[in-house]
Structures are given as structure tokens and as C-alpha cells.
């Protein structure tokens, strides 16, 4: 009896969500036995996620830390911080980005209009403060529930991540709102972004459950399909010193569950999403390899984004219906006046043994998600709970 008692407070212990400070910022910080998961306050992004006990004790964050000093982005003055950040439409957002951050009611660039008005890259979602809505504890699984409210667009986004004992596996669910008594059009994108010691040109492979796309714009524009586009292999990192890329890919449309995923063959973890390709029927690649010269990148950056979303318009309400379709695929979603929008999906890390340098397919079976090696042999197979999915 005091055996249990005593491995019931230790869990308690180790165990749940609390505060935290990371890297300068403001946190919670989710854990179980097998994650180990923090987020940012401003801006609600997941920084951290982390594997524990993986082989040779080596924990690594595959998610993106970049390399300048990170500020609470609701603290962003270009008069205050121009000179670190830069003060064009991305300057805010770049100030506290890190890992994986939403986008949301748009996503990319605003319009010059928009801009002077104040509003910066991928909404106001990544500049504003979230506030924690509650957190529940049961027989060992945890959720937790934050939310953002947005005052310009007069909508709201609302996220539960929940964690099991025994599951490497992150459950998110995110409901978006429309405050207002009009239908609008959106765009609703999980910023994914991996990013050194993780991403490596040497040791890094991505993979995902995507089928045709395109490279490039108006005379440089070409088609591709999946990992292959005018003689590049998304799959793997660029190998230049210097690059820059970004590609757009259909999600396989005979698929009701998609997923991107990134390993490295020398930590030996892979890190995967699934998600419902009803709300997130496009991908965005973005790489950036040291490309970027002007502030705050000079020059030192590297990143692997795998942008899951509802749209491959990477700007606001104009560009929306410029093309508001594309191989036979909404490019935006909408909204409905006074509705609600719930999306579910999870990410997933574990070990991969020796030889293991890619993925041919994840899928869910049952209570298992089933994740088969792009050489054949032996499927890795990891418990999950399909009434959170």
C-alpha cells in the first residue's frame, strides 16, 4: 500500500502541466512517462517535443528553435525591436515563432492594407497571449485546454492537448469560432517546422501521404509528384550550403487519414502527424537553408516546414478567390456565421531500429498506429486511443 501511494505521488510529481519558463519564454509544460511536450504562452505554439528514454539516452526536439533571441511576440514594437527582428509583416510573427505554431483565420502574408492596420504573417493567432481554460487529470491521462481570442477577425481558437500513460502519442483537438452574423472564408494551417540538430542533410528524411504538386510561380512554375519536382527530392534535405525552397502538394485524395513525418537515421526517432484529410486537404513545404540574409535570419538559419492545411493560398481573402480551387480540391474553407469548426488529430515519436531510413506508409488500425518502413520488414506498431482521433 505505501508502494503505490509512493508511485502515485512521484507520478503526480513528474507527471501533468505546469508553469514553466523555456528558452526565455513563458510556458506550460505537458509530461507523461513516454512525452515530454511544452508550449508557448504568447502565441500558443508547441516549442518542445520530446521522446523519453529513447535509444542511447540521446533525447532530441525535432521541432524548430530558431537561432535569435525569442520575445513574448505580444511585446513586439518595431521602435523597440526593428533593429533585431526587422519591421516588415513578418517581423512579429519571426519575434516569438518556434516548433509548431497554427495559422489562423489566414495564412502567409497579409495584404498591404491589412498590414499598415496591424495585423502580420499567418494572423493575429501567433501574436496574442493564450490563456489556460483548465486542465483534468485521470486514472494517469491529462488534458489540458488553452485558447486565444482574436479581436480583429472576431474569432477564437480553442485547443485541448491530451496525453495517455504508456502512448508517445499527442492528441490535439482545436475548435475555431466565428463571433460574427457573417459566413467567412479562412484558411487554417498547422505550421509544422523541424529544425536542427534534428534536421541534418546527412541523417534527416521526410515523408508524407502526398500526391501531385507544384514548384514555383508563373515561367519557373513546375509539376511534380510526390517526393519528385523538377529534379528535387523532398524527401530529403538540400544539400547546398546556401538554399531556399518551397512546394505545395496535394494530399492523396483516396485517403481519409493523412500524415507527414520526419526521422533522423542518427538519433534514431521519428516524429509523425496524422490528421483527417476532410480538414486538412493540402501540404506546404518551405526549406530554408541558410538563404535568408536580412534581419532576424542573417544567414544562419535552418528549417524543414511540413505545413499541413485547408488551403494552398498563402495569403488573405484576395488571393482566396483568385483561385479558389485547384486539381479538383477547395484551396480555403469556410466558416458559417455563429459556427463552430473542430478539427482532431495527433502527433506520434518513437524509436526506429537500425536501417530504418524512411517511411512507406502510417495508418490507423484498431487501437494501433501501424508505421511501415520504406524497405519492407517489420511494421512499428504503437498503441493509441481511436475516441480521440
Known sequence: MKTLLLGTLLASVLWGQKDVEFRGRRAWRLENDRLRVTVLKGGGHVAELVLKNPPGGREVNPL??????????????????????????EAATLAGIMGHNVCFDY???????????GLSFHGEVSNLAWYDVGSRESAGSLAFTYRVDLPESRTALTRTLRLKPGEPVLYFEETAENKTAFDRPFGW?????????????KSAFFDASATQGERGSGDQRREGRWPQVSERDFRRFSQEPRS????YFLLDPSR???????????????????????DFPWLNLWEQ??????????????????????????????????????????????LDAKAKLTARYLAV?????????????????????VIEPSRGGTAIRVPFDPSLF
Open 189 to 201: 494551417v498547422e505550421h509544422v517546422t523541424f529544425g536542427p540538430p534534428f534536421v541534418d542533410p
Open 64 to 89: 524548430w528553435i530558431p537561432p535569435w533571441p525569442s520575445i513574448e511576440p505580444s511585446t513586439y514594437s518595431k521602435e523597440k525591436y526593428g533593429s533585431v527582428y526587422g519591421t516588415d509583416s
Open 256 to 278: 481519409e487519414v493523412e500524415f507527414i513525418s520526419a526521422l533522423n537515421t542518427e538519433y534514431r526517432q521519428l516524429v509523425a502527424y496524422m490528421f483527417k484529410r476532410r
Open 107 to 117: 495564412w502567409g502574408a497579409p495584404s498591404e492594407a491589412e498590414f499598415r492596420a
Open 349 to 369: 515519436m518513437v524509436p526506429v531500429p537500425d536501417g530504418f531510413d524512411g517511411v512507406r506508409d502510417i495508418r490507423l488500425e484498431g487501437r494501433e498506429i
Open 244 to 247: 531556399a525552397d518551397m512546394a
Open 289 to 334: 537553408n541558410r538563404d535568408r540574409m536580412h534581419l532576424p535570419w542573417k544567414g544562419e538559419a535552418q528549417t524543414r516546414g511540413m505545413e499541413f492545411g485547408n488551403t494552398r493560398a498563402g495569403s488573405t481573402a484576395r488571393s482566396y478567390f483568385r483561385m479558389p480551387e485547384l486539381w479538383g480540391t477547395p484551396t480555403f474553407g469556410w
